[in-house]
């Protein structure tokens, strides 16, 4: 039996996205979405998001953007976001345990549900997401 460890550096957090994004393209709802949006994309996009959760997670802060635009006009709902939610828990739970492992789960959770809420706002309403 491996005993799981904390996220501690950037390569942990490389193997954190990688395992992850290896779920979500082989996935039966977000694969096609995320696949048609990124195409031949993927190392930038996975690239982008080491930098993203090393400053979400090790204070490293090495990514500077707006996450929430790039999804702004996708094809997505509340059953994205709970598959999304469920292949990040599993990705964690199955490599990393420890108070940076939480961190990253309540960090998903929170992000899925202003993402959401978001989405909702501006599909209901006429206005347009801020830069």
């Not at 059953?79 to 490599?95: E, G, R, V």
Request: avoid cysteine; proline fraction near 4%; charge should be negative.
């Amino acid at each position: 039996m491996t005993t799981l460890k904390d996220i501690q550096t950037l390569d942990d957090i490389k193997l954190m996205v990688d395992e992850f994004y290896g779920k979500v393209r082989e996935n039966a709802l977000l694969g096609p979405i995320f696949n048609e949006v990124i195409q031949d994309r993927w190392p930038q996009h996975l690239e982008k998001m080491y930098r993203f959760w090393q400053t979400v997670l090790l204070d490293d802060h090495t990514y500077y953007g707006s996450p929430f635009l790039k999804h702004a006009d996708l094809p997505i709902d509340q059953i994205h976001f709970d598959t999304w939610l469920s292949l990040w828990h599993a990705t964690i739970n199955a490599h990393f345990k420890g108070i940076k492992a939480d961190e990253a789960k309540m960090r998903g959770d929170k992000m899925a549900i202003m993402f959401l809420s978001k989405l909702t706002y501006y599909r209901n309403n006429s206005a347009t997401p801020l830069l």
